[in-house]
């Protein structure tokens, strides 16, 4: 970690040189002495504090905690003074997004967008704090500690030495969306793999043979393989590669339809998101793989935010995390470069979930009309009355 130091002393120790003057122009014995024993306390205080500075060290562990909405966890970092001169008066201070609540400690300062708190320690020489705090998670975002410094004084108060932290701070909070239940997703099972063999799949193309498993007795007769049930003595199934793999694509259209807006983040944000996060946790728990597509620019190489498809809880974890990690003060992609790149990337047959506010463009209708006629399955999520449902897109009339 980088630090910039600065010392400042009180502007009483800053007068010496001037009394240094007056005691020669007056010739006076007693002032003289007094401006020596100043100028001796002023750098004294000033060499104090260098070294106090210098000898403090801050540690913070490489992590990232991930919690949901609602959860409490605790965050903490040591300081510890490895030099021999005490710490009689140390102050931490430091700034979280307003994503993260502290419950014992007070806030000294508050901004629009930073909440500032304050904790003061003392140190031995040579001795380690911990300094541990609550957390609550709020609201969905990912943040970490930011404007870092502290502050040492002297023992009388005369001067103070300033360290800001420079970088980022090592620990993150990472706050996953809560999930809000969209309802309707029966009506996408009819896509889904089935668990039981057939002897002639919709799902799986048997001019392509991927390999064998153990057999079991539901396996038909003509599915065993020969040739690797004599290489092992055990009798096995033959597997077929899948010719159908209907996985759910989901798109997450943050901006608002309406032609005086463009350009602007919907207030519904946090809706989608959260409907979003339900839906990637039931095709997890149906096995299916997914993908994700936000119109959001990633402030990177990608042109969107984009997770590409996984299935399983790692995706799971993904997925929440690009969820918590979206940032709605950036700039959002137009609809002509969002609709190009899904053409691009849309090669297979899916379902597709589009989350946004309702379609109202006929450049939007003619685009979710071209993906079904490649064969995409396309859905919409309603909200009406504060309940999401899943509705298929229907062509619209002009």
């Known amino acids: ?120 320690f003392f140190l031995k020489q040579e001795e380690q704090q911990n300094i541990s705090f609550s957390i609550h998670a709020h609201q969905r975002g990912a943040t970490r500690i930011r404007k870092l410094q502290f502050t040492i004084k002297d023992l009388f108060g005369l001067g103070s030495h300033v360290s800001s932290l420079h970088g980022f701070f090592q620990t993150e909070v990472v706050i996953y969306p809560e999930l809000k239940e969209v309802s309707g997703l ?81 207030n519904h944000i946090e809706a989608y998101i959260s409907q979003l996060a339900f839906l990637c946790t039931v095709a997890t728990k149906r096995g299916i793989a997914f993908e994700i597509y936000i119109n959001s620019d990633p402030e990177g190489p990608d042109p969107s935010m984009i997770l590409e498809a996984g299935e399983g809880n790692a995706q799971l974890s993904k997925a929440l995390e690009l969820l918590a990690r979206i940032d709605d003060t950036r700039p959002l992609l137009s609809f002509d470069r969002m609709s190009s790149l899904l053409k691009k990337r849309l090669t297979q047959r899916s379902v597709l979930i589009r989350l946004s506010e309702p379609i109202q463009s006929l450049e939007e209708v003619n685009f979710y009309q071209y993906l079904k006629n490649k064969g995409h399955k396309c859905y919409d999520v309603k909200l009406t009355d504060g309940h999401a449902y899943l509705s298929e897109i229907e062509r619209i009339s002009d």
Do not use: C
């Open 1 to 120: 970690m980088r630090w910039e130091s600065q010392t400042r002393l009180s502007s009483f120790l800053g007068l010496s040189w001037v009394l240094l003057i007056v005691a020669f122009y007056f010739q006076s014995i007693e002032l003289f002495l007094v401006t020596i024993a100043i100028m001796v306390l002023a750098y004294g205080t000033r060499l104090y504090l260098k070294k106090a500075a210098r000898s403090v060290q801050l540690e913070n562990k490489r992590q990232t905690i991930k919690l949901f909405k609602g959860e409490d966890e605790t965050l903490s970092f040591s300081v510890q003074n490895r030099g021999r001169l005490p710490v009689w008066n140390g102050e931490l201070r430091f700034a979280l997004e307003p994503v993260l609540h502290l419950s014992h400690l007070e806030i000294v300062q508050n901004t629009k967008n930073l909440h500032y708190y304050s904790i003061p």
């Open 186 to 266: 029966e009506q996408l099972s009819t896509y889904e793999m089935g668990n039981f063999p057939y002897e002639h799949s919709l799902y799986e193309n048997l001019s392509a043979p991927a390999g064998a498993r153990e057999y079991v007795s539901t396996d038909p007769f003509n599915r065993i393989h020969w040739k690797a049930t004599a290489r092992t003595s055990e009798l096995k199934t033959k597997i077929y590669e899948r010719s159908i793999e209907m996985r759910w694509v989901f798109i997450l259209d943050l901006s608002v339809k309406r032609k005086n807006s463009p350009g602007q983040v919907s």
